[in-house]
């Protein structure tokens, strides 16, 4: 078979998006502060784009579109008073630590900081009074590693034995262990690894209590050594059985120590005071949330839907160039003129048209999750993309781009928009049906409220569930859903008292 080039026709059907349909989507599934930096870039290579940011401390929260009193005729046409939506709203497309530390400190967070690890995205409506509660506390801004070079610095007075602290400190991770190598600290300054083991003595005896410890169980034993010196029990606890300590096998520590069961539980309590985590009392990077939407209830007990849109700045088209100006331009000039100037409008329609569609699923979400906004997790009900996408008479994909990285607050806290989006259980009556989370609510309710000195199985809490709430639900599918809480089972559960 001879090779040569040829040229032949072809015909084919593609699909191709115009620049509108493209900046559209990607603009779609921008959060707000994504969307600020996406503004900012584009004003900076543009001189027809003008930005100029809102004052941070005006009294208005957002752009209030609607109330719930008559929810049919509230659809918004217009976002900005002075931009129309394009009359085709419908843009879519047809879709470094080891394997042991990484098992204690996964089994610590289960057994011992659950309330933790039951809390969802939520958080007080009130952003600022959220951010001031969470990050602005005594320690203020300070990072992790700011704060142990400066005990460093007041400790030693070497200066040989400052730069070896300051190595080591600058191989604590975020969670306050040391990660580091001692032997190649040792190498890097030309000293013995004994030296480097003094340092970091010196440095696991800085605030907070336990930092640099290479793993938990050593960080539970430096802070039980600095808060209870003289409780030789609790620390023979952690020492001599740890693993069984994690695992909750309360009779054999109790055997092994030679104390009643209830006496290894009151040591338990001694150590769900300590900190496993010490790092986290200094969040380097904070991530503060900003919710792209905020749902309230006014004076009037009426749901009220608002785009927070502050964070956003208000964008003009400009002319930097006069038309007399561009007359005289030639003609290449003049076709990149035209250019910048499409595209700031472009950008413009493109972000009214990506909160219109953003609130329009905001609204439809709030509509039909009335029930949650008003009293609280329990009355979640299943929800999914189709549903959304029907009533709005848009693709599926163009929900999910929509709600991608986006949060709500709501009365009953900040969640990601993907939280009000669940599979669901009919009841016995299958007139009703309640969302996943809401069994997932019901079944922590019935736990919490379990004698723990008889936790209930997984098969005792299934037909608790079925008689109290009308719900089948197999025993497997409990289990399943105690796992994803990251509740322990009901041996692990038990509590011992005299």
Same mark, same amino acid.
């Given at each position: 078979?001879?090779?040569?080039?040829?040229?032949?026709?072809?015909?084919?059907?593609?699909?191709? *998006?115009?620049?509108?349909?493209?900046?559209?989507?990607?603009?779609?599934?921008?959060?707000?502060?994504?969307?600020?930096?996406?503004?900012? !870039?584009?004003?900076?290579?543009?001189?027809?784009?003008?930005?100029?940011? !809102?004052?941070?401390?005006?009294?208005?929260?957002?752009?209030?579109?609607?109330?719930?009193?008559?929810?049919?005729?509230?659809?918004?046409?217009?976002?900005?008073?002075?931009?129309?939506?394009?009359?085709?709203?419908?843009?879519?497309?047809?879709?470094?630590?080891?394997d042991r530390d990484e098992i204690e400190t996964e089994t610590w967070d289960r057994?011992?900081?659950?309330?933790?690890? *039951?809390?969802?995205?939520?958080?007080?409506?009130?952003?600022?009074?959220?951010?001031?509660?969470?990050?602005?506390?005594?320690?203020?801004?300070?990072?992790?590693?700011?704060?142990?070079? !400066?005990?460093?610095?007041?400790?030693?007075?070497?200066? !040989?034995?400052?730069?070896?602290?300051?190595?080591?400190?600058?191989?604590?991770?975020?969670?306050?262990?040391?990660?580091?190598?001692?032997?190649?600290?040792?190498?890097?300054?030309?000293?013995?690894?004994?030296?480097?083991?003094?340092?970091?003595?010196?440095?696991?005896?800085?605030?907070?209590?336990?930092?640099?410890?290479?793993?938990?169980?050593?960080?539970?034993l430096i802070q039980i050594k600095q808060m209870y010196p003289e409780n030789t029990?609790?620390?023979?606890?952690?020492?001599?059985?740890?693993?069984?300590?994690?695992?909750?096998?309360?009779?054999?520590?109790?055997?092994?120590?030679?104390?009643?069961?209830?006496?290894?539980?009151?040591?338990?309590?001694?150590?769900?005071?300590?900190?496993?985590?010490?790092?986290?009392?200094?969040?380097?990077?904070?991530?503060?949330?900003?919710?792209?939407?905020?749902?309230?209830?006014?004076?009037?007990?009426?749901?009220?839907?608002?785009?927070?849109?502050?964070?956003?700045?208000?964008?003009?088209?400009?002319? &930097?160039?006069?038309?007399?100006?561009?007359?005289?331009?030639?003609?290449?000039?003049?076709?990149?003129?035209?250019?910048?100037?499409?595209?700031?409008?472009?950008?413009?329609?493109?972000?009214?048209?990506?909160?219109?569609?953003?609130?329009?699923?905001?609204?439809?979400?709030?509509?039909?999750?009335?029930?949650?906004?008003?009293?609280?997790?329990?009355?979640?009900?299943?929800?999914?993309?189709?549903?959304?996408?029907?009533?709005?008479?848009?693709?599926?994909?163009?929900?999910?781009?929509?709600?991608?990285?986006?949060?709500?607050?709501? &009365?009953?806290?900040?969640?990601?928009?993907?939280?009000?989006?669940?599979?669901?259980?009919?009841?016995?009556?299958?007139?009703?049906?309640?969302?996943?989370?809401?069994?997932?609510?019901?079944?922590?309710?019935?736990?919490?409220?379990?004698?723990?000195?008889? &936790? *209930?199985?997984?098969?005792?809490?299934?037909?608790?569930?079925?008689?109290?709430?009308?719900?089948?639900?197999?025993?497997?599918?409990?289990s399943k859903y105690r796992e994803e809480m990251n509740i322990p089972n009901a041996?692990?559960?038990?509590?011992?008292?005299?």
């Amino acid at each position: 078979m001879r090779l040569e080039p040829r040229q032949f026709l072809q015909q084919r059907q593609e699909l191709q *998006l115009s620049l509108f349909q493209t900046q559209s989507l990607q603009i779609l599934q921008m959060p707000t502060t994504e969307l600020v930096q996406y503004i900012q !870039k584009e004003a900076e290579r543009n001189p027809y784009l003008e930005v100029e940011f !809102k004052p941070m401390d005006t009294e208005d929260e957002g752009s209030t579109y609607t109330d719930f009193d008559e929810p049919e005729q509230n659809s918004v046409e217009i976002i900005n008073e002075n931009i129309a939506l394009p009359q085709n709203k419908e843009f879519e497309m047809n879709d470094e630590r080891t394997d042991r530390d990484e098992i204690e400190t996964e089994t610590w967070d289960r057994d011992y900081n659950r309330i933790e690890n *039951l809390t969802d995205l939520s958080y007080n409506p009130d952003i600022d009074e959220w951010v001031e509660s969470k990050f602005y506390n005594v320690r203020g801004n300070e990072t992790l590693k700011s704060h142990l070079i !400066k005990q460093l610095n007041i400790e030693i007075e070497e200066p !040989k034995k400052i730069q070896i602290g300051e190595s080591i400190i600058a191989s604590i991770n975020s969670r306050g262990y040391f990660g580091g190598n001692i032997d190649e600290i040792a190498k890097e300054f030309n000293v013995s690894t004994e030296e480097v083991e003094e340092v970091l003595k010196i440095i696991q005896g800085f605030d907070p209590s336990g930092v640099g410890a290479r793993d938990t169980k050593e960080c539970l034993l430096i802070q039980i050594k600095q808060m209870y010196p003289e409780n030789t029990l609790l620390r023979k606890l952690v020492e001599e059985y740890y693993d069984e300590f994690i695992h909750r096998q309360i009779t054999k520590i109790a055997k092994g120590l030679k104390i009643k069961p209830y006496e290894v539980e009151e040591l338990i309590n001694l150590l769900k005071v300590l900190h496993p985590f010490p790092g986290h009392l200094f969040p380097e990077t904070p991530d503060i949330i900003i919710p792209d939407v905020i749902v309230r209830i006014n004076e009037d007990n009426e749901l009220v839907i608002e785009l927070h849109d502050k964070h956003l700045p208000e964008i003009k088209v400009v002319e &930097p160039v006069k038309k007399e100006q561009i007359k005289k331009l030639p003609q290449e000039e003049k076709e990149q003129i035209k250019k910048f100037k499409e595209s700031a409008i472009r950008l413009i329609k493109c972000i009214d048209l990506r909160n219109s569609t953003l609130y329009k699923v905001a609204k439809e979400i709030v509509l039909l999750q009335e029930d949650f906004m008003r009293k609280g997790e329990e009355f979640l009900k299943p929800l999914t993309y189709k549903i959304i996408a029907d009533r709005l008479r848009i693709h599926e994909s163009t929900i999910s781009r929509c709600i991608a990285g986006k949060y709500m607050s709501t &009365p009953q806290g900040t969640f990601e928009f993907r939280y009000f989006f669940s599979g669901g259980m009919k009841t016995n009556e299958g007139e009703n049906e309640l969302s996943s989370r809401t069994v997932k609510t019901i079944i922590k309710r019935i736990i919490d409220e379990e004698d723990k000195s008889k &936790p *209930l199985s997984d098969q005792q809490i299934a037909e608790l569930v079925q008689k109290q709430e009308g719900i089948k639900i197999a025993r497997r599918t409990i289990s399943k859903y105690r796992e994803e809480m990251n509740i322990p089972n009901a041996f692990e559960r038990k509590v011992y008292s005299k």
